[in-house]
């Protein structure tokens, strides 16, 4: 199975910071690769997918890039409703695997 | 508006079964593939099962082959998890959610439901 490595798996920024996540693949996954963010009790809602296409209806300050092995999730300027875990997924091979989670807090 | 509905949770003895239920509505479920996600107490989330479209593919995550089945009901618009020798490893909120029409990524979820193996 491709392991999906996170880093890091939690920071503390302030409203208005720009916000990087890495995330890593064990072997290339070409693009295939999703971020996803979740809130406390809710379901997971999808960021972008094709490791840099946005999702409809997110916000434009969400970008994601990246190809093969690296990739990254950026925030350009956050806001108070994006604290929130964040999840990379690839789909390039089953079983499809999650990375396991950056949580980002408030500073 | 697309909508998924899962029922089906509870709190089950090890070794047993319990059979999760998604009900999908606001788009043409016989058209996408489907898949099952679980994401246990305070952990991340793990993907468990997919099912092409028309039912003749499906995958599953190795810790649940041969105790989990995904199937489907295109005609009831349903999606379905059976899960069987239960263990409490499996314990986790179980998502349904549709896979995004050519990607693999996931754009809409259920808002999950929970499933508890204790004795």
């Known amino acids: 199975a491709i392991r999906m490595t996170q880093s890091p798996s939690s920071l503390s920024a302030s409203t208005g910071d720009r916000v990087t996540i890495t995330c890593r693949a064990s072997?290339?996954?070409?693009?295939?690769l999703a971020w996803y963010q979740q809130k406390p009790g809710k379901a997971p809602n999808l960021l972008i997918y094709?490791?840099?296409t946005l999702q409809s209806g997110v916000p434009s300050r969400f970008s994601g890039s990246g190809s093969g092995t690296d990739f990254t999730l950026t925030i350009s300027c956050l806001q108070s409703e994006d604290f929130a875990t964040y999840y990379c997924?690839?789909?390039?091979?089953?079983?499809?695997?999650f990375g396991q989670g950056t949580k980002v807090e408030i500073k | 508006e697309v909508q998924l509905v899962e029922s089906g949770g509870g709190l089950v003895q090890p070794g047993g079964s319990l059979r999760l239920s998604c009900v999908a509505s606001?788009?043409?479920?016989?058209?996408?593939?489907m898949s099952w996600v679980r994401q246990a107490p305070g952990k991340g989330l793990e993907w468990v099962a997919n099912?092409?479209?028309?039912?003749?593919?499906?995958y599953c995550v190795d810790s649940v082959k041969g105790r989990f089945t995904i199937s489907r009901d295109n005609a009831k618009n349903s999606l379905y998890l059976q899960m069987n020798s239960l263990r409490a490893e499996d314990t986790a909120v179980y998502y349904c959610?549709?896979?995004?029409?050519?990607?693999?990524?996931?754009?809409?979820w259920g808002q999950g439901t929970l499933v508890t193996v204790s004795s």
């Open positions: 959610a549709r896979k995004l029409y050519g990607s693999g990524s996931l754009d809409y």
């Open positions: 606001g788009f043409t479920f016989s058209n996408y593939w």
């Open positions: 099912i092409k479209h028309d039912g003749n593919e499906k």
């Open positions: 072997q290339g996954i070409s693009s295939y």
């Open positions: 094709a490791a840099s």
């Open positions: 997924q690839q789909y390039y091979s089953y079983p499809q695997t």
